[in-house]
T-cell receptor
C-alpha cells in the first residue's frame, strides 16, 4: 500500500516570497506518479504539477516546481513569487502504475499568503 | 466547456437513511472517480468507473456503491447512513483510461448525517 505524509499542517508566506511545502511517500512500486493538487476555499481542487517517477528531471509549471528525491522518497513543492491567489490547501498524492486514477493523498498543508 | 457537475451540493440526512449523489463529468471524459473528504481521514478513494465498469474500489464497506451510465454520468449511493458518513464527496473525471492522475474535480456534495 502507498502512503503519503505531509508533515506541515499549516504554512504561511509573505506575498512575492518563496515557500516550500514538504511531502514524503512510501511505496514498493517501481513505476509510479506523484502530484500536487490545490484546493482553494470553497472551490474545485485542481492539479498543480505532476511528476513521473522514472524521470529524473524535476517538473516545473510556471511559478511552481518540485524537488523530487527518489531515493529519499521526498517530493516537495516550491512556489515562487507567491500570490494571494495561492492561498489554499495543497495535497500531495501518489499513483502507482496500472492503478487507473486511484490516487493516495496526503493530509494536506494549508498555505496562507500574507499581503 | 462545462466542468464537472455534482448534485446536490448540500444535503442533510438522518442515520439509517440512504443517499444518492450524482456526477456529470466533463464532456468527452469517460473515467469518473469518487473520493470522500473528511477532517479526520482526509481524502480517501472510493471507486473509479470507466465505460460503465468499476475499475478500482477503495477500502469502504459495501454500503457504498456506485455506477456509471452510458453517457459517462455517475452516481454513488450510500445506504444505512452512519454519523461517520458525514463528509464532502468529490467526483473527478479524466479523459483517459490510463493512469495519468490528471483529474478534474467537481465542487463536491456535502453530506451531513444527523
Amino acid at each position: 500500500a502507498q502512503t503519503v505524509t505531509q508533515s506541515q499542517p499549516e504554512m504561511s508566506v509573505q506575498e512575492a516570497e518563496t515557500v516550500t511545502l514538504s511531502c514524503t511517500y512510501d511505496t514498493s512500486e517501481s513505476d509510479y506518479y506523484l502530484f500536487w493538487y490545490k484546493q482553494p476555499p470553497s472551490r474545485q481542487m485542481i492539479l498543480v504539477i505532476r511528476q513521473e517517477a522514472y524521470k529524473q528531471q524535476n517538473a516545473t509549471e510556471n511559478r511552481f516546481s518540485v524537488n523530487f528525491q527518489k531515493a529519499a522518497k521526498s517530493f516537495s513543492l516550491k512556489i515562487s513569487d507567491s500570490q494571494l491567489g495561492d492561498a489554499a490547501m495543497y495535497f500531495c498524492a501518489s499513483l502507482k502504475d496500472n492503478a487507473g486514477n486511484m490516487l493516495t493523498f496526503g493530509g494536506g498543508t494549508r498555505l496562507m499568503v500574507k499581503p | 466547456k462545462a466542468g464537472v457537475t455534482q448534485t446536490p451540493r448540500y444535503l442533510i440526512k438522518t442515520r439509517g437513511q440512504q443517499v444518492t449523489l450524482s456526477c456529470s463529468p466533463i464532456s468527452g471524459h469517460r473515467s469518473v472517480s469518487w473520493y470522500q473528504q473528511t477532517p479526520g481521514q482526509g481524502l480517501q478513494f472510493l471507486f473509479e468507473y470507466f465505460s460503465e465498469t468499476q475499475r478500482n474500489k477503495g477500502n469502504f464497506p459495501g454500503r457504498f456503491s456506485g455506477r456509471q451510465f452510458s453517457n459517462s454520468r455517475s452516481e454513488m449511493n450510500v445506504s444505512t447512513l452512519e454519523l461517520g458518513d458525514s463528509a464532502l464527496y468529490l467526483c473527478a473525471s479524466s479523459v483517459l483510461a490510463a493512469n495519468t492522475g490528471e483529474l478534474f474535480f467537481g465542487e463536491g456534495s456535502r453530506l451531513t448525517v444527523l
